[in-house]
C-alpha cells in the first residue's frame, strides 16, 4: 500500500496538533505503520502550525515532501496559501468554507468537524474515529465533539 | 495522566516519550535538567510515569547533580537543548576526564532549522572537543534502545555519554515496541577513589590520557559491537548518515545502499572504510555542519556531500536529499511566509513593552516569550543573544554610552531566565556599578512560558507541581547590593509601573524591577496546582 500523506495547517490554538494525534492514533489503531511530524515552540504563540500524518505499510520520512500531501485540512483560511504548496496535483484541499459552522457546538470544535468531513475520504469504519476522538479528549469535549465530528461528515 | 499509557505492547510516541519510558525500563534514580525545545517533554513524561525527575536552575546545575549521582554508583540522565549545554559544558569537559561510576546519560537535542532557538549549533562538535561518546537515534524506537544502549556503554566504559536528538526525533511520533526486560536497578555506594575524581594538574593530566586511550578501545567496540547497520542495495551508490537523515534518504533514494551510523564519536572508521569500499559513488547525508564529511576526510575517505552554502542550514528533508544527489546547488524554493508567533492577547508582557516603548528605552533583552516584543508593533526590544545575558549587557552598555543614552538603558529579563543565569549579573551590577546606575526588570510570570509552562526555584513548586522553598528575587537583589527594590502589577497598574521606570531611570542609582503578574495560558493551571498544594497542607496539619 503506498503511504497516505494528510496534512493538517492552521494557527497555534486552532487544535492542529489535537486533530493530528486523532488521525495518527486511528491508523495506527488499524495496524498501519504511522508517522507524525509537528513543531512545537515559538510556533505555539499564535503563529502558524502545521502537523504531518503519514500512513501506509511502511513509512519512512516523518515530514511529507513539498508537493505529496494527498489531503490538506487547513483551519484558517488565511493559512491556505502558506501550505498550497504541499498539496500534491489532484490532492484534495479541505478548508473551513466545507463546514456549516453555524451549525457546530462551538468553534473551538471545528477541527473535530474538519476531522468529520476528512473522515468520508475513508472506509475506516466512524466508530474507530469515534474511539480516537474519545482517547485524546477529555470526557467533558467528548458530547460536543460526536455533534462537530457528525456535523464535518454532512450527516447531522 | 502520562500522555501515552506506559504498558502498552506497542505504541505510537514521541522521540522525548520513548525517551522518558526507556528511563523508567533502565531504572534511572536521577534525572535533572532545565526546560529548552525540543527537550522539555522528556523530564515531564519521565515524571507522569512515575520517574523521579527535577528542574534545575539551570542545565550545569542539572549535569553535576546527574554527575554527582553517577559519582554514587547510580543510573542518571540530565537533559537540555543544544544551547543548554554551552552552558554545561564546562561540566561535561572534565566530566569525561573523571569519568562515572554508574551511568550516566547526556540527552542534549539539537534544533535544525532553528524551529525555536537562538542560533543552529551542532552538539556534534562538542561530543568530539570534549571526547564524550555519542549516540544518535533516528526514530523513537531508536531513543527508547539506544538509551539503554549509552547506559550499558557509560556503565562498561565509566564515561558519560551524549544521545544527541533533533527536533524531528524529539518531535515526531512513531511506533515503539518496548523491551520485555528491564535493566536492574543499580545500588548506590561511595567508594572513595581520589585520584579519579579530584581533577587538579596532577591527577588530571594521567586522567587526559586514560581518556584518549579509552576512546581506542570504544572505537574498536562500536566497530565489532556498535549499532551501525549496513544495508546493501545498488552498489552504484552509497550513503552514510545517521539520525533523522536516514529515513529521508530511505525514501529519496529508496535503491541507494545505506550505512546508518548509530555511534558517531568515537566513528567507527573500520566500518566506514569497508562500506566505502563496496560502492562506487559514497555521499554524506547529514544536518547542519560537514561534521561526518569533515571527519571522514581527515581520515583519508574521500567522500561527497552536501552543498554548504546552501544546505548546511536548516532541516534536511525528502527533496533537499535528491537535489544533493542530483547535485543541484540552486537555492531552495523560497517558502510563502506563514504567520509570525507573537505575544498572546491579554499576555502581561504587553503591558511591560508598550511602558519601555513609550519611555523609549533602549532594552538589553533576553530569551523567553517576551523575546517576541522585538517584533512590530512592539518593537521595543533591542537585543538578546543568551540566557542571563540582558543583565551584563546591559551593565556594558551603561559603562560606555553617553550619559543621555545611557540614562535609557533597562535590562528586562523573565523569571524563570533570572534564575537561570541572571543572579550573577546582580552581582555584577552592584561590584561594578555604572556611573548612571542601572534598571532590572524581572518579567515575572510566575512560569517557565515559553517552553510550556514549567516549574522554576521562583514558582515555589517542583517539576510535579508539589510545594518547595520559593525564591524571593528583592531578597537576593538587596542581597547582592541592589538598593531599590520595586514590585508592581504590569497589567493592573500600568502607570504604576511606568512611573516606577521613570523614577528609577531619573536615579543613578541601582533598582530592580519585579513586574509580577502571572501567565495567561498558565493561570488555570497555577490556580490549581496551588489549590491542590494548599489542601494537602491543609490536610497534613491536620494529622
Not at chain 2, 568530539?128 to 566504559?157: G, H, I, W
Request: some cysteine.
Amino acid at each position: 500500500m503506498k503511504t497516505v500523506n494528510v496534512k493538517f495547517a492552521g494557527l497555534g490554538g486552532t487544535g492542529v496538533l489535537k486533530a493530528s494525534d486523532v488521525l495518527a492514533e486511528l491508523t495506527f489503531e488499524l495496524g498501519y505503520d504511522v508517522k507524525k511530524a509537528e513543531v512545537h515552540g515559538m510556533s505555539q504563540r499564535g503563529g502558524s502550525i502545521a502537523s504531518d500524518v503519514r500512513f501506509g505499510e511502511s513509512v519512512d520520512s516523518p515530514m511529507i515532501p513539498d508537493g505529496e500531501s494527498d489531503y490538506l485540512v487547513v483551519f484558517a483560511k488565511d493559512q491556505i496559501p502558506v501550505n498550497e504548496a504541499y498539496l500534491k496535483k489532484g490532492g484534495i484541499l479541505l478548508t473551513p468554507k466545507d463546514i456549516d459552522i453555524s451549525k457546530l457546538p462551538s468553534e473551538k470544535t471545528l477541527n473535530v468537524a474538519m476531522l468529520g468531513k476528512l473522515s468520508t475520504y475513508f472506509d475506516f469504519p466512524v466508530v474507530q474515529w469515534q474511539t480516537a476522538l474519545k482517547k485524546l479528549f477529555a470526557e467533558k469535549f467528548h458530547e460536543g465533539n460526536e455533534k462537530a465530528f457528525f456535523i464535518g461528515r454532512g450527516e447531522k | 495522566m502520562p500522555a501515552f499509557n506506559p504498558n502498552a505492547q506497542r505504541m505510537l510516541i514521541s522521540g522525548n516519550e520513548a525517551l522518558a519510558l526507556s528511563m523508567l525500563h533502565c531504572n534511572v534514580q536521577v534525572a535533572a535538567g532545565y526546560p529548552g525545545t525540543p527537550s522539555s517533554e522528556i523530564l515531564e513524561n519521565y515524571s507522569e510515569i512515575g520517574g523521579f525527575a527535577q528542574w534545575c536552575p539551570n542545565e550545569k546545575v542539572a549535569a553535576e547533580v546527574a554527575l554527582g549521582a553517577a559519582f554514587g554508583h547510580a543510573r542518571s540522565v540530565v537533559t537540555m537543548k543544544h544551547v543548554g549545554l554551552n552552558v554545561a559544558s564546562d561540566t561535561l569537559y572534565t566530566a569525561t576526564y573523571t569519568g562515572v561510576q554508574g551511568g550516566m546519560v547526556w540527552i542534549v537535542a539539537d534544533d535544525p532549522g532553528q524551529g525555536s532557538s537562538q542560533n543552529e549549533q551542532d552538539t556534534r562538535n562538542h561530543a568530539k572537543a570534549s571526547v564524550c561518546p555519542m549516540f544518535e537515534p533516528s526514530n523513537s524506537q531508536d531513543a527508547y534502545d539506544m538509551l539503554r544502549l549509552a547506559f550499558k556503554t557509560s556503565e562498561r566504559f565509566n564515561i558519560p555519554v551524549i544521545l544527541r536528538m533533533t527536533t524531528r526525533v524529539d518531535h515526531s511520533k512513531s511506533i515503539v515496541i518496548p523491551a520485555q526486560d528491564r535493566l536492574d536497578a543499580l545500588v548506590p555506594d561511595f567508594v572513595r577513589d581520589i585520584p579519579a575524581r579530584v581533577m587538579v594538574p596532577g591527577y588530571a593530566k594521567p586522567a587526559g590520557r586514560r581518556l584518549r586511550a579509552k576512546m581506542e578501545t570504544l572505537e574498536k567496540w562500536n566497530v565489532e559491537e556498535g549499532p551501525n547497520v549496513i544495508e546493501m542495495r545498488s552498489p552504484d551508490l552509497g550513503i552514510i548518515t545517521a539520525g533523522i537523515c536516514y529515513h529521508h534518504v530511505r525514501e529519496a533514494s529508496p535503491e541507494a545502499s545505506t550505512l546508518k551510523l548509530g555511534m558517531t564519536y568515537p566513528l567507527p572508521m573500520e566500518t566506514i572504510r569497508k562500506f566505502a569500499g563496496s560502492v562506487k559513488r559514497l555521499v554524506v547525508i547529514e544536518e547542519n555542519d560537514p561534521w561526518l564529511a569533515e571527519n571522514l576526510r581527515a581520515a583519508g575517505i574521500p567522500v561527497e556531500s552536501k552543498y554548504d552554502p546552501i544546505f548546511r542550514f536548516g532541516e534536511m528533508d525528502v527533496n533537499r536529499i535528491k537535489r544533493i544527489l542530483a547535485g543541484d546547488k540552486s537555492p531552495d524554493p523560497v517558502p510563502v511566509k506563514g504567520k509570525a508567533p507573537a505575544l498572546c492577547e491579554g499576555c502581561p508582557h504587553r503591558s511591560s513593552f508598550a511602558v519601555l516603548k513609550e519611555l523609549d528605552c533602549i532594552v538589553s533583552g533576553d530569551i523567553g516569550c517576551y523575546t517576541l516584543a522585538a517584533l512590530p508593533p512592539f518593537s521595543s526590544m533591542d537585543m538578546m543573544v543568551d540566557m542571563g545575558a540582558a543583565i551584563g549587557m546591559g551593565i556594558g552598555l551603561r559603562q560606555v554610552l553617553p550619559r543621555e543614552q545611557a540614562k535609557r538603558v533597562v535590562s528586562v529579563i523573565g523569571d524563570s531566565t533570572f534564575v537561570h543565569s541572571g543572579i550573577t549579573g546582580l552581582v555584577q551590577m552592584a561590584y561594578n556599578k555604572p556611573e548612571t546606575g542601572h534598571v532590572v526588570i524581572i518579567l515575572d510570570n510566575s512560569i517557565t512560558a515559553m517552553t510550556g509552562q514549567q516549574e522554576h526555584p521562583g514558582t515555589g513548586r517542583k517539576l510535579d507541581h508539589s510545594p518547595t522553598y520559593k525564591l524571593d528575587y528583592g531578597e537576593i537583589a538587596k542581597a547582592c547590593g541592589i538598593p531599590n527594590v520595586v514590585v508592581v502589577n504590569p497589567v493592573k497598574d500600568t502607570d504604576g509601573l511606568k512611573k516606577a521606570v521613570q523614577e528609577a531611570l531619573a536615579k543613578d542609582e541601582l533598582t530592580l524591577i519585579i513586574a509580577k503578574s502571572p501567565c495567561i495560558l498558565a493561570l488555570k493551571s497555577i490556580l490549581a496546582w496551588e489549590k491542590a498544594n494548599k489542601e494537602m497542607l491543609e490536610k497534613e496539619t491536620q494529622k
